[in-house]
């Protein structure tokens, strides 16, 4: 039922991630002046999707996995090894990688978690300091943006169900990490993970660049917090599983790591999200849309003002993505696919269960009668409600991937 | 609600065969004159079906298990013993049965894979030559209609997973069979089936009616082909499940088949569907219902039209039905659900995973606000997004059958 005037066969797949919401009196999706997001959900099919089960309050990991096809009880690693793939780090078959992030001690009580909000060039150079071998495994530190980075563990007999060193508050010691599950692997992956914690307190304690962060006047980096252990292991991708090609436009580590995870390409533009990021999103994903099967395109500007409760800061990233991106990708001849990951309701400040609107927009799928993208107009939608399980053989259905199941 | 003078408490399931398609810009139900239908659809209660489960595409056997409450991943026995059963051969447990079809070899090269449109009687009368005994084997091959039939194995120790002697392809040599599963019983079926292609090939091109063939211009049946490999099990019947009668008013052999595998009678009525059959279809399924709880009524033109990408073909069956059935069932007191086994849109000519709307008109079922019988009409349906798997308990509900859950 799209009016196009060179088909593709392909899915641009929009995730407004933490989109949904709850009506105060509207929902920022009702709030906002999108005629663009409007016009394809006129023209499209529509309903509520629930990205785990109904009531379930998704992760984003968890959510962006089981959208794409896989199941999160078979194929979730935990935290670590996505975020670690995102930042653009190899990881082999078993190792353990966890999320990192500078802090402050001071008299063995941390004062700040950010290390004083350490800007990304300035944790970059502590990098150097962080990578090393304890007993017999070698542990690679990586730095990604602001006081981030990801810390993978090389080694055998390595277990993944270990406790954070990071407390996730301040005013605190750092956590002395346990093995979960009391095997010997994961035993011996806390002590390690101990080990290591004390080094990088001596290590970056000692580091000139510290110093001069005193000098100047900056809260030190002087300690490294280590949390979301997970365990890497292959999976078959994207295209072994369902014969289809994908690639991700996504600013967030997380992001990236899922879709390198199960084998997509990466599209890499800066993580920021300006008005000319956007659009570049945009034309990066009509281009890709030449030569994948799915074009997975994520913003996460909505997300970011749910979790700070700002209502006009989720609305104005909504009309920014209607204004900015969508003219250009509904231009692209692709299926088009919008929605979220979960809701992030602006009164709740945290991801809920809500289910979050779904549009598609192909000529191969039928049309229905909702005018209107937002979490009230799209109960009344033809797709009805649906689970993060049906996406995958929406998909490959609307791209003519299926394999029927009988004869 | 249903408006009646002497209701029956029996349900008359009429499939209308790949009815579901993509609005270009009207499907053909939408297109369709079908006041009937539509009359129905006013005063009963509608929706959408999947008929294995979203985004699946389905085949006609397994939807058609499955709508009869019959779980495919359990109860389905591959298409050769449904085919078989549907052509009227008896089956033993344990048996190996295929689909079977002439063609014709030259230079062992199968160069027409219906061996020149035989005539179903000139195929039954090489039927003679196609049953024998291999090494401990008894085989039997029956012929149904044109260039097709069904070939039983019966014998110890035989699997069922081989691959096909047909290769799907013209312009190629006959496939060799092998064992898919590597095991010993699977290992000797392809064996016999090998040696039992070769015994073909010879009687075949020594038989007398294919030199007469050849001296009139036509091409010979010069070899059978095989597909469809499965094993024949006893299954429990309707009866026994769930405590009810079911009979079959379908041409096709699949869809007879299918009906005697799950212990349905049948009723015999020509495999065309001109005017008169269909009418003499619409009677039989009201006398059935007098008798019957279950009279499953089956239409194949629409996917037929479906498949020869014939709109303007699809949308005549569908007025046929409407016009000659639907007024004579309606008539009939019984409770009447109307839907597809799957759709097969016009504009790809082959099975989708897109749903099938669904009607059921009883008095006891409740009426929603759709007034037509279509797929984006019955969006609004008061059934919902069923499945397959849902079909036979909504059923039992209806005849009063069900068994409570609980006390």
Redesign the interface.
């Known amino acids: 039922?799209a009016e196009k005037t060179e088909d593709v066969n392909s899915i641009i797949f929009l995730v407004i991630d933490g989109v949904g919401d709850l009506p105060t009196p509207k929902t920022p999706l009702q709030a906002a002046k999108k005629p663009n997001i409007d016009k394809l959900a006129d023209k499209g099919i529509t309903g509520l999707l629930s990205p785990i089960k109904r009531g379930t309050v998704p992760g984003s990991d968890t959510s962006h996995l089981r959208l794409f096809g896989y199941d999160p009880e078979v194929f979730y690693p935990g935290r670590g090894p996505l975020e670690a793939l995102g930042i653009g780090m190899h990881l082999n078959e078993g190792d353990i990688a966890f999320r990192a992030n500078f802090a402050t001690v001071k008299g063995g009580v941390i004062i700040d978690r950010r290390a004083g909000r350490i800007e990304t060039g300035d944790g970059k150079k502590l990098e150097k300091y962080l990578s090393t071998r304890i007993e017999d495994v070698d542990i690679v530190y990586k730095h990604s943006v602001d006081h981030r980075g990801a810390v993978v563990f090389r080694g055998p007999g390595l277990g993944e169900f270990v406790s954070d060193t990071d407390p996730h508050a301040t005013s605190t010691s750092v956590n002395k990490s346990v093995a979960l599950d009391k095997t010997p692997q994961s035993e011996k992956a806390a002590r390690i993970l101990n080990k290591y914690t004390e080094y990088c307190a001596r290590v970056l304690s000692e580091a000139a660049e510290n110093k001069e962060r005193e000098n100047s006047g900056k809260l030190p980096a002087n300690i490294l917090l280590l949390r979301g252990a997970g365990r890497y292991r292959h999976v078959p991708p994207l295209d072994e599983r369902f014969g289809i090609k994908g690639i991700c436009i996504a600013g967030g580590a997380l992001y990236r790591g899922v879709a390198r995870y199960i084998g997509m390409d990466l599209v890499l533009l800066p993580s920021t999200e300006d008005d000319k990021i956007l659009q570049e999103r945009a034309y990066a994903a009509v281009k890709a849309a030449k030569d994948y099967d799915l074009v997975f395109v994520h913003v996460k500007g909505c997300d970011n003002a749910g979790h700070d409760g700002d209502f006009n800061k989720k609305r104005e990233v909504i009309e920014k993505i209607d204004r900015l991106m969508i003219p250009i990708i509904a231009k692209s001849g692709a299926s088009i696919i919008i929605t979220g990951d979960h809701s992030t309701p602006v009164s709740r400040k945290e991801h809920s269960a809500h289910e979050v609107p779904i549009l598609i927009y192909s000529?191969?799928?039928?049309?229905?009668?909702v005018k209107k993208f937002d979490e009230i107009s799209c109960m009344?939608?033809?797709l009805?409600?649906?689970r993060g399980k049906?996406i995958?053989?929406?998909?490959?259905?609307i791209l003519?991937k299926?394999?029927?199941?009988?004869?």
């Not at 000529?363 to 009668?369: I, L, P, Q, S, V």
């Not at 995958?392 to 259905?397: A, F, K, S």
């Not at 299926?402 to 004869?407: F, P, Q």
């Open positions: 039922m000529k191969e799928e039928r049309y229905d009668n009344d939608g033809g009805g409600h649906i049906d995958m053989p929406i998909m490959l259905n003519k299926s394999e029927k199941y009988g004869s």
